[in-house]
């Protein structure tokens, strides 16, 4: 079992950045791929980003490519997800996905575990 909890959301000016983190439990997070995903209001689930064991392989949605970086420090369980350039229609609870298959996806069905989701508002 891992338990997921992010942090880091919050409400943002246009164009400004926010750091979002997810820290796991659990002695083997490096044996799991990582992932975000966001829901808007009214909207299904959408997958933002995803890294794998290493970190040496990222995967992003084409609307967050060059904004967003997804980046893991095994040594400290957690995963992060770096926004900038941030814009009104990025505003979603995010939240961070685990799969024990240790293969990235975009898929929310390959990941086993996921946190509770966290805030991002981003203002005109």
């Known amino acids: 079992q891992v338990e997921l909890v992010e942090s880091g959301g919050g409400l943002v000016q246009s164009g400004g950045s926010l750091r979002l983190s997810c820290a796991a439990s659990g002695r083997i997070f490096s044996m799991y791929a990582m992932a975000w995903f966001r829901q808007a209001p009214g909207k299904e689930r959408e997958f933002v980003a995803a890294i794998n064991r290493s970190g040496g392989y990222t995967y992003y949605l084409d609307s967050v490519k060059g904004r967003f970086t997804i980046s893991r420090d095994n040594a400290k369980n957690t995963v992060y997800l770096q926004m900038n350039s941030l814009k009104p229609e990025d505003t979603a609870v995010y939240s961070c996905?685990?799969?024990?298959?240790?293969?990235?996806?975009?898929?929310?069905?390959?990941?086993?575990?996921w946190g509770q989701g966290i805030q991002v508002t981003v203002s005109l």
């Open positions: 996905a685990a799969a024990r298959s240790g293969s990235y996806s975009r898929r929310s069905g390959a990941y086993d575990y």
